[in-house]
């Protein structure tokens, strides 16, 4: 039956329609609002070469250097940097990331790091050049403690002079000439008390354990306790002359020997390899330094009385004798880590 009133066309097209016609949906409702929530108070703020950070209650430089440098011993690195006072609580303080004065090169000058010289130590006695008072000994280390110098052992001045590694403003280095038993008796209890490395430069004819010289079972203590172990030659002739009627020669091969034989020595004894080289009576030439260099001393010392730059001769480089005649303002006057530029 068709319905009334309509063609059989019209009703084939609402039919059509009615079946093609839109979805009627209803309105989408809007998205639930996230959550309301605090966001923990940011702590520091990284960027590509520093971070910035913020000074909480208890912190200090060191807990700073441990946290963001992985390194507690760094917080001289980031005191220096911010001008050796730590901001308040709230405040801001900035961790830089690499070095800020690679070879201790500022605007205004550049850095010099002391290399001191002790041979031999006495509990009492008139002290000399080359015997310094236990009294004496123990003042100097305390000032050093007290005035704010830190002292590194010889691999990180080798670093510092090859640009890989920025060093404390007031850097300072501790040797010790020949192999003289007061070095055991007398200066290592004291550099234990203070924490500071040292370096040994033996020449290996001296090591012959008796009352005034080491044996090798405390040169070996003192290796595993703080001392650097380095090499000062074989008999300590001087190296950079010839002695008379000695033809050129027999003079290279003996200062060869030198060099070589006492590295060969301190490595059996030690069983560590000899890196630096102390000229007996600091006495070189061309000749010698050239062969230091060939035979693998990455640094050779003399003893001309100047503190040492970024940009010294790896193999001249100088070292300041402290003599036993001197009082706490000699030895304080041996102390320049800081060269200004147009100063004498």
């Excluded at 009703?11 to 093609?20: D, Q």
């Excluded at 950070?53 to 940097?81: H, Q, T």
């Excluded at 290279?252 to 069983?271: D, M, P």
């Excluded at 693998?296 to 001769?313: D, H, I, M, Q």
Aim: charged content about 25%; proline content about 8%.
């Amino acid at each position: 039956m068709r319905a009334r009133g309509l063609s059989p066309l019209l009703l084939l097209s609402i039919l059509i329609w009615g079946c093609a016609g839109p979805e009627i949906r209803p309105p989408a409702l809007p998205p639930p609002a996230p959550p309301v929530t605090t966001a923990p108070p940011t702590t520091a703020r990284g960027f590509p070469d520093f971070i910035v950070a913020i000074v909480r209650p208890g912190d200090s430089y060191s807990s700073l250097a441990a946290k963001y440098l992985g390194d507690r011993s760094m917080d001289w690195f980031l005191s220096e940097f911010n001008g050796n006072t730590l901001p308040a609580p709230g405040q801001d303080v900035l961790i830089p990331l690499a070095s800020y004065a690679p070879g201790g090169l500022w605007p205004t000058g550049y850095q010099t790091v002391p290399v001191l010289t002790y041979h031999k130590l006495s509990r009492n006695g008139i002290p000399d050049a080359m015997t310094v008072r236990e009294a004496d000994f123990e003042a100097q280390m305390r000032f050093l403690r007290e005035n704010g110098y830190r002292v590194l052992p010889l691999d990180d001045l080798f670093e510092f002079l090859r640009f890989r590694r920025q060093i404390p403003a007031r850097s300072v280095v501790i040797t010790f000439d020949d192999g003289w038993r007061s070095v055991y008796d007398i200066a290592w209890p004291i550099l234990k008390k203070y924490g500071y490395p040292a370096t040994l430069f033996v020449y290996t004819d001296l090591i012959v354990g008796s009352r005034e010289t080491l044996s090798w079972d405390q040169v070996r203590e003192l290796s595993r306790n703080g001392f650097d172990i380095e090499g000062h030659s074989k008999t300590h002739r001087y190296l950079g002359r010839r002695e008379r009627k000695e033809s050129f020669r027999d003079y290279f091969e003996s200062v060869r020997k030198e060099i070589v034989e006492s590295a060969r020595i301190i490595l059996k004894h030690t069983g560590r390899e000899v890196k630096y080289l102390a000229y007996p009576y600091g006495d070189t030439n061309s000749l010698v330094a050239a062969m230091t260099r060939r035979e693998g001393y990455r640094l050779a010392f003399t003893v001309e009385r100047e503190s040492v730059p970024f940009f010294s001769n790896d193999y001249r480089v100088s070292r300041e004798m402290i003599y036993g005649t001197f009082t706490l303002k000699d030895f304080e006057n041996n102390l320049t880590t800081f060269h200004k530029f147009g100063s004498e």
